[in-house]
Structure formats: C-alpha cells, structure tokens
C-alpha cells in the first residue's frame, strides 16, 4: 500500500515550522496543512512534506494539468440575502472571514 502501515503509532512528526502550544505534531498532510492554516500561512505545494507525499497528495503539477471537473445542477433557496460559491480545494476560518485557499492552484491557467 501507501507505506502507513508500517508507521509507529506514536510517533510525533514535523509540522515544518507551524507547530503552537496546542498544535505540537502532523502525521498527516491534513494535520500539516491545519496547522499552516492555524498560523494564517498558505500552502505554495504539498510536494513539500513528506506527510503529503506518502499519502499520494503531493502531484506535480505536470500529473495535475489535465484534471478538469464540469458541475451541473438545481439549487433551491429561501429568499433570503446569502451567496452560494463553488470553489476548489478547502475552506476555513480566519478572523472571523470565510477564506478558501488557492495558493496551491495559482500554477494553473483556470478556465472560469
């Protein structure tokens, strides 16, 4: 498989400089990457942590440039004020504001 398998339990693996008093280890490539949202950094390529690469999650972005999606679809609301987005990648909290972070896909031309 991926490698995991044989990895210690308890072991305690780098967040590359993002670790705080209450984030103190990423074993994952999600843990690294909430730890970098933790302190409002972005993320320039998952290539860059071994978390990541073990997982799969670190492609070039030569393997990533034919990825492509088409969405379509009904989305019935109330009338009330709101917006509704679509977005690659994840979401999260930061001062109080909604932010999705596209850092990652700025090496790629977007056809919106």
């Known amino acids: 498989?991926?490698?995991t398998a044989l990895l210690d339990p308890n072991r305690c693996e780098s967040c590359y400089g993002a670790e705080t008093n209450e984030i103190k280890c990423c074993n994952t490539c999600e843990e690294v990457r909430v730890a970098y949202r933790a302190r409002g950094w972005g993320l320039?390529?998952?290539?860059?942590?071994e978390q990541c690469k073990r997982e799969g999650l670190a492609k070039a972005p030569s393997d990533?440039?034919?990825?492509?999606?088409?969405?379509?679809?009904?989305?019935?609301?109330?009338?009330?004020?709101?917006?509704?987005?679509?977005?690659?990648?994840?979401?999260?909290?930061?001062?109080?504001?909604?932010?999705?972070?596209?850092?990652?896909?700025?090496?790629f031309p977007l056809n919106l």
Request: aromatic letters at 6%; hydrophobic letters at 30%; glycine letters at 10%.
């Open 44 to 49: 320039e390529s998952l290539a860059a942590f």
């Open 1 to 3: 498989g991926n490698g």
């Open 64 to 107: 990533m440039k034919e990825e492509q999606c088409n969405v379509q679809g009904r989305l019935r609301v109330s009338k009330v004020s709101g917006n509704f987005h679509i977005s690659p990648g994840k979401s999260f909290q930061q001062s109080q504001a909604h932010v999705h972070d596209l850092k990652l896909l700025q090496q």
